[in-house]
């Protein structure tokens, strides 16, 4: 059960988000597409270079996200970035690339 969501000070309700799944189906092509590019990228850079949706969780869902683009046989983690988040912290960051399938066309 969704518990109902709370309008902002102006009245104004926020449109509904899409679930996980559907979220996943939305933001996939663009890691597909960096994928195949064979350059090296983490999640943040591909979210905002293809302007990509926030998740539902963003805590959780990118790395869930990315997890299963491993799972899929489409990216491989190799390495760390402490320079590339925005923010200013400096927390290393997963730097991924697509695997060779996946740089071929043989995985999406």
Known sequence: MTAPVQPAL??????????????????????VAAARSGRR??????????????????????????QALVRDGLLEHCGFDRSSRPSGEHSAVSVWRGTRAAQAGRVA
């Open 10 to 31: 102006d009245g104004s309700v926020p449109p509904p988000g899409l679930d996980f799944h559907s979220w996943c189906d939305a933001v996939r092509p663009a890691f």
């Open 41 to 66: 990228f983490t999640t943040y850079e591909v979210a905002a270079d293809n302007d990509l949706p926030e998740p539902g969780n963003p805590r959780a869902d990118w790395g869930n996200l990315t």
